[in-house]
């Protein structure tokens, strides 16, 4: 990876997983083709990775979320050949038209469907070597973006130091792109490994893109949480959104209860361009959500919210920064949690209001529904403030079921169980039904009703 000498790795407490990861970084070559400023980020990725290792609860990003089952499962990087099989099952909403991608163990394989005049959708390596100047400066400036010096970001050092397979979505100034569906399937494999594509979005003045990530399958997958083979993804994604521009995201997650899905996201706005991210977690062992949202011109806005459904061992984790870089700039974060079993979740929301970003409006909401004793939410709301005439609002709850809801269906001839059962999947319907799309708000809150505890608490859990 270029002719810098490797950082050496560092000595004493050094995990197994690290060391041999930390190995297998020092011994990667430049890709065929690749530009020399590109093999130069990677080197220096790779040295933060071997001399930082891997974030522990002493990183408070971090601190409520553990790395020890993906240290057990000691997976390789990549880890599968390309041409391994994923899953029979189709992706969590099947049949949704649009042009787009399915990824499975490194293989990308474009859907049939043409993308539109004005959009470009290729594998990153191809948009480096083709001859859009404009595209590949973007795309560079993007790299130049990823933030890898400390240990909390060893993901993200990790998936920039791989030559792993990319795609990157381009579209012209003024485009309605429609609809672009990504499928990541995590391969069926005899040994464990761990994935590291990333996708990158540029969207022109005034474009517009509706994308749509699919992960895993319907119906739920079987799994323990324990299994000795497991495959994890590393998927960072990084959007530049230029004046007007509007990304409409949605994220649906349903990998086995084993699976590992750890997901990093940075968006850059420019004046007036609107993020609007929506995320709905119903599988997967160990899962992690990073988005960063810059809005770094006037009017920009950022909108992320998401719900997730837990239950056994399984782990949720949300961690979501939106920086008021401007003036007039607004954020709205909202999330709602149902956990139950052991499962838990986390959830820090921040906002920052720079100096200068007046006329900012914040809002921020977290509600969380516990349905046993042994269940657990750590919840953190967080605004920093450093400018005048700003608008802020936040809010964090864990709870129960309201029980007199609970005893007025009762009085309408439901179970108890039932009774619960509605409640809770109205609950998370809250943000499903935010989704622009009627048809897509009904799938999703279906997903959700599907992915509810099959046995709900006949009464509220002792607090």
């Given amino acids: 990876m270029g002719d810098t000498q490797p950082t050496q790795l560092r000595s004493g407490n050094v995990s197994p997983l690290v060391q041999r990861w930390g190995e297998t970084l020092t011994e990667l070559r430049p890709a065929s083709g690749e530009p020399g400023w590109l093999a130069e980020i990677r080197t220096r990725a790779a040295d933060a990775f071997r001399r930082n290792g891997l974030p522990g609860n002493k990183d408070e990003a971090w601190k409520y979320t553990s790395l020890r089952r993906l240290e057990e499962l000691d997976p390789d990087l990549g880890g599968t050949d390309p041409a391994s099989a994923g899953h029979d099952a189709g992706p969590p909403l099947p049949g949704l038209a649009g042009f787009g991608f399915r990824w499975s163990g490194g293989r990308i394989d474009f859907r049939d469907t043409p993308a539109p005049e004005g959009v470009t959708i290729e594998h990153v390596e191809d948009a480096l070597a083709g001859g859009n100047e404009p595209v590949k400066d973007q795309l560079k400036s993007l790299f130049e973006s990823i933030e890898f010096g400390s240990r909390a970001r ?98 649906i997650q349903n990998e086995d209860n084993d699976g590992i899905v750890l997901t990093f996201a940075g968006v850059r706005q420019a004046a007036s361009s609107r993020y609007r991210f929506s995320g709905f977690d119903t599988g997967g062992g160990l899962v992690r959500h990073a988005i960063e949202c810059f809005l770094q011109g006037p009017g920009a806005q950022a909108e992320v919210q998401g719900a997730f459904v837990t239950d056994g061992e399984r782990h949720v984790d949300y961690h979501v920064c939106i920086d008021h870089q401007a003036a007039d700039c607004s954020s709205d974060q909202f999330f709602r949690g149902v956990l139950g079993g052991h499962s838990r979740g986390v959830f820090n929301g921040k906002a920052v209001i720079r100096a200068g970003a007046d006329g900012a409006s914040v809002r921020q909401s977290n509600a969380n529904l516990l349905l046993s004793r042994e269940a657990e939410i750590d919840t953190k709301p967080e605004l920093e403030i450093h400018a005048d005439e700003v608008e802020a609002s936040h809010g964090a709850t864990v709870g129960q079921l309201d029980e007199n809801a609970v005893f007025y269906l009762r009085s309408r001839g439901l179970s108890e169980a039932a009774a619960r059962r509605i409640l809770t999947t109205a609950f998370c319907r809250a943000v499903a039904d935010r989704l622009d799309d009627p048809g897509m708000s009904e799938a999703v809150a279906g997903l959700l009703e599907r992915a509810m505890p099959r046995e709900m608490p006949e009464t509220a859990p002792e607090k």
């Fill in 154 to 251: 060893a993901f993200e050092a990790l998936n920039t130091a791989l030559p792993g397979p990319g795609v990157v979505i381009h579209v012209a100034a003024g485009v309605d792109a429609g609809r672009c569906v990504a499928e990541w399937d995590l391969p069926l494999a005899a040994e464990s490994g761990m994935h590291n594509p990333r996708l990158y979005v540029v969207l022109e003045a005034g474009a517009r893109l509706e994308l749509i990530e699919q992960h895993g399958g319907e119906p739920a997958r079987s799994g323990s949480a324990h299994r000795d083979v497991a495959q994890g993804l590393n998927l960072l994604f990084r959007a530049e959104l230029s004046e007007a521009a509007v990304l409409q995201h949605v994220r």
